[in-house]
């Protein structure tokens, strides 16, 4: 794929979905009074179906006799920023809705701004340089690295400027700016398309996978360190308590 094709895709898919999701947690919090069933849900279905190909994560925790569920969203905020030397940033949140909570007038809709960002140029070489099929597949790469940073709490000047997310096929390059508190998702690389500069560079960050037997490792760059990431079956993000983490923050709480 083009670039340009890859940046116009992306740009159409932001556009459509920015205006329907303002106008949806608008009507969220002007609807107080009605939290029914039905509202509740529609409300579910609409927010997952107008992020689209923005969502990286969906999962739903039913609860046994009661038509009350749990509904956990990781997605991208398809409202960019520009910065200053930097380019054009789209941030990582989550939605969590608790109907059970959300009726009862207890802390039932929780959304979590993060300081994870995808930068427009990764998302562009994402789609060039893999064989997924929409933006939302990105969700089966950092998801669990976004838990799993989260979780062990690391302070941003752990990393130093750039770390490399490695995995068997890509490796996804990342750059910190910790004065900002920001962990962007800068470009991806294709392990057979590597250069012979870059076989050399990450030879002892697959050394590494291979003798451990691991999905992915951090390589940071500033000590060569490399730092084994876990993953993780059936996650359930309420359990983490994100919003607690140098890396989230509870912006709506209903």
């Excluded at 701004?113 to 060039?128: A, D, P, T, V």
């Excluded at 470009?187 to 012979?196: A, D, G, I």
Aim: proline share 1%; charged share 25%.
């Amino acid at each position: 794929m083009h670039k340009s094709i890859a940046k116009a895709e992306i740009k159409g898919i932001f556009r459509k979905a920015s205006t329907r999701l303002d106008e949806l947690n608008d009507k969220l919090l002007g609807d107080s009074a009605n939290k029914t069933k039905k509202r509740l849900i529609n409300f579910n279905r609409d927010v997952i179906s107008t992020y689209g190909d923005l969502l990286l994560f969906d999962n739903k925790i039913n609860q046994r006799l009661s038509w009350h569920f749990v509904s956990e969203l990781v997605a991208i905020n398809p409202d960019m920023i520009r910065v200053e030397g930097v380019g054009d940033l789209c941030q990582i949140v989550i939605e969590i809705l608790n109907t059970k909570s959300l009726a009862r007038k207890s802390q039932g809709y929780q959304y979590l701004e993060s300081n994870f960002f995808l930068h427009e140029h990764f998302l562009i070489r994402f789609l060039q340089r893999t064989n997924i099929e929409k933006l939302s597949n990105i969700g089966d790469f950092i998801t669990d690295f976004i838990v799993w940073l989260s979780n062990n709490n690391y302070s941003f000047d752990r990393f130093g400027e750039t770390v490399h997310l490695v995995f068997k096929n890509y490796v996804i390059v990342c750059t910190i700016r910790a004065s900002e508190r920001q962990f962007i998702f800068k470009t991806c690389l294709l392990v057979e398309k590597f250069t012979v500069n870059q076989i050399e560079k990450y030879k002892r960050a697959y050394e590494y996978i291979n003798s451990k037997n691991v999905e992915m490792v951090l390589f940071i760059e500033e000590n060569n360190e490399f730092v084994p990431i876990n993953t993780y079956l059936n996650i359930k993000l309420s359990d983490y308590h994100l919003e607690e983490t140098n890396y989230f923050s509870r912006t709506i709480n209903l």
